[in-house]
């Protein structure tokens, strides 16, 4: 009866709202009535919990398990114990995908959440309700499109030869970039194409923080007499740190499973300037049927992404500012 | 902080100069601050009405720079061209389909799953909840292989179903209407069940229909997720006659090789028309929808 009220983590409103009185307990009939809800709540999340649990828990545990296994799907597992793990840290180019990735995740992040920020304060100065509809429609756009299909066409745009970006460069007296055709070049386009997808997100996200920083706070910093510049790195910022904190988070998760623009741009090259963790995931797995090692490189790439979580909410507790 | 002792020692004057002064900065500032914005909305709408404008150029012009970014004399020919080139139309079938009966399962489970972990006790909620909130840190790349060998197992593999089934149920979805449902008042359910209200009857008659926002909004972000959705069609699927649209157009680019990118770029758009239709109707559910998760 009282489990609504108890741990404040997973239920925060739960507690300060005004909770049932202890179960009384000589009334004849409550403790079929507390049956009968429990019965109902078990069959309300049973059929969630069917499919949570056959798709993602099982999948969880039975990943960790086949990572001790080699397995080539034809002949029956066998038992390999830690060799999978010992063999991806020897591994040359599953390490330097890994590589790849956290650098490419962390320009991703960096560039989306300065340029989200910077671009929802300049929107957040304006009074107009026109001029931020257009605006916040205008970054969400990209968002529509699948990342296939931004792959594609921006396959066309960074063309080496025939692409309108190096056309335009060529106009303003740049020579041709080798954006898809080398390897750092390769990397930086990635980084570029998902930042531009992606950075509506952060934007939106912003917007919406920094409207709901009270205008009391706001009035009394200008009557202090604080300038715009300083109103926003000492009030607003640290106001919405905890939002900048949420897509920081989230960013960067998305980013380290980086997999369908450098699959279809490039095919994780040239060579292996874009092969990301994901892309050596599947090609252990699908391409070269080691299903083993897969398992073992995913539950690798799971825990670094927890690790850096974990780590991005330990920073953070020196800086974000929860009212 | 300085500013604030001009102020109180009562030079009136160079205080007013000041503000006056700060004030026509403010405003240059937020002309300067317009033009970012506009060179920005160039930027992020410019590949955007290329692909557009190019998608109506004749192949044979396609590639040829300068881009035309208003397609003076367009050619509807490439939209032809890719329904005779792929099976778009089934492509847009498949998509559809999947989108829908994921966006309607999931508002199912989650609805009824969010509601009692929101509003009934019973043992063992907080765990079962806890675990639920484990998962949703899980990339799905990282349980590829186990859902996939699931998927073969049932016999499902290269078909709609393999895409559909194991995305009926979320963890996310769950929390996100768990957390619409408990800033509503207990206070009714209790009355409606004090006039002798079914709990099925409280949850459906009461609280669901309140819930249309919340429901709104996982509906669209859902919509938006597996309508692009990449990574599982490119694994699940092998025949062209199962291929959902972002795998059906990736095909087309690589059969296609550098001919006629107006031709792919007729799919790119079309692709986008239900996405971009829905966002006309139903903007502030994708906004709600980026910001749902940040109140975790």
Not at chain 1, 211 to 221: F, G
Not at chain 1, 224 to 237: E, M, N, S
Not at chain 2, 269 to 288: D, E, K
Request: with cysteine; charged share 10%.
């Amino acid at each position: 009866m009282s489990a609504t009220a108890s741990p404040p983590r997973v239920a925060p409103g739960a507690a300060s709202r005004g909770v049932k009185p202890p179960r009384p307990v000589r009334r004849p009939g409550a403790r079929r009535t507390a049956r009968r809800e429990a019965t109902f709540g078990f069959a309300m999340i049973g059929l969630a919990m069917l499919f949570v649990t056959v798709f993602t828990f099982l999948p969880i545990l039975a990943s960790l398990g086949l990572s001790f296994f080699d397995w080539d799907v034809i002949s029956p597992p066998t038992w390999a114990g830690l060799g999978n793990y010992e063999r991806f840290f020897s591994d040359g180019p599953v390490l330097q995908s890994f590589g790849v990735t956290i650098c490419m995740a962390l320009a991703i992040v960096v560039l989306q959440l300065s340029l989200g920020l910077f671009l929802a304060v300049l929107v957040n100065q304006r009074t107009s309700t026109f001029g931020r509809t257009f605006f916040r429609t205008a970054f969400y756009l990209p968002l529509l499109a699948s990342t296939a299909a931004v792959a594609i066409f921006m396959g066309y745009l960074f063309d080496n030869k025939f692409g309108a970006i190096n056309y335009y460069l060529n106009l303003l007296g740049f020579s041709n970039v080798p954006w898809l055709t080398s390897p750092f070049g390769a990397q930086v386009t990635i980084v570029l194409i998902v930042v531009w997808q992606q950075v509506g997100f952060t934007f939106v996200l912003f917007v919406s923080a920094l409207m709901a920083v009270p205008t009391d706070v706001l009035e009394a910093s200008s009557i202090d007499g604080a300038g715009p510049l300083r109103t926003l790195f000492r009030i607003k910022i640290p106001l919405i740190s905890p939002t900048i904190l949420f897509a920081a988070v989230i960013a960067l998760i998305n980013a380290m499973q980086l997999f369908d623009q450098p699959y279809i741009m490039t095919k994780g090259g040239p060579g292996t300037a874009t092969t990301t963790a994901t892309i050596s995931m599947y090609q252990t797995g699908f391409q070269n049927l080691q299903f083993g090692y897969s398992s073992a490189i995913a539950i690798v790439l799971l825990l670094l992404i927890l690790a850096i979580t974990g780590l991005q909410f330990l920073a953070s507790r020196k800086v974000v500012f929860y009212q | 902080m300085s500013a604030t002792t001009t102020i109180v020692t009562g030079r009136g004057r160079p205080a007013r100069a000041t503000a006056a002064g700060r004030r026509r900065a403010f405003s240059i500032g937020k002309i300067a601050g317009l033009i970012v914005l506009i060179i920005a909305a160039v930027f992020a709408l410019g590949p955007l009405l290329w692909a557009f404008s190019t998608s109506l150029r004749t192949p044979a012009d396609a590639f040829t720079n300068p881009p035309q970014w208003i397609p003076l004399s367009p050619d509807f020919g490439n939209y032809a061209a890719v329904f005779e080139q792929i099976p778009i139309g089934q492509f847009f079938l498949n998509s559809t389909i999947v989108t829908l009966v994921i966006v309607v399962g999931q508002t199912i489970t989650c609805t009824l799953s969010g509601y009692a972990f929101a509003m009934i006790s019973f043992p063992g909620k907080n765990w079962i909840f806890g675990a639920f909130l484990a998962t949703m840190m899980v990339p799905m790349q990282t349980i590829i292989i186990p859902v996939f060998l699931i998927i073969k197992t049932l016999g499902l593999t290269d078909s709609l179903a393999s895409l559909i089934i194991p995305a009926l149920g979320s963890a996310f979805g769950t929390f996100l209407m768990r957390q619409y449902f408990m800033q509503m008042p207990k206070e009714l359910g209790e009355a409606a069940r004090i006039d002798g209200a079914s709990q099925w009857g409280v949850f459906f008659h009461v609280y669901a229909r309140m819930a249309a926002p919340a429901i709104s909004t996982l509906a669209i972000l859902n919509f938006s997720g597996f309508w692009a959705e990449f990574y599982r069609p490119l694994i699940f699927l092998q025949s062209q006659s199962t291929f959902t649209l972002p795998l059906g157009l990736v095909g087309l680019q690589g059969n296609l090789g550098t001919g006629s990118i107006s031709v792919v770029l007729a799919g790119v758009v079309l692709a986008m028309i239900p996405s971009v239709l829905l966002f006309i109707f139903a903007q502030r559910y994708f906004i709600a929808g980026v910001t749902a998760g940040s109140s975790r």
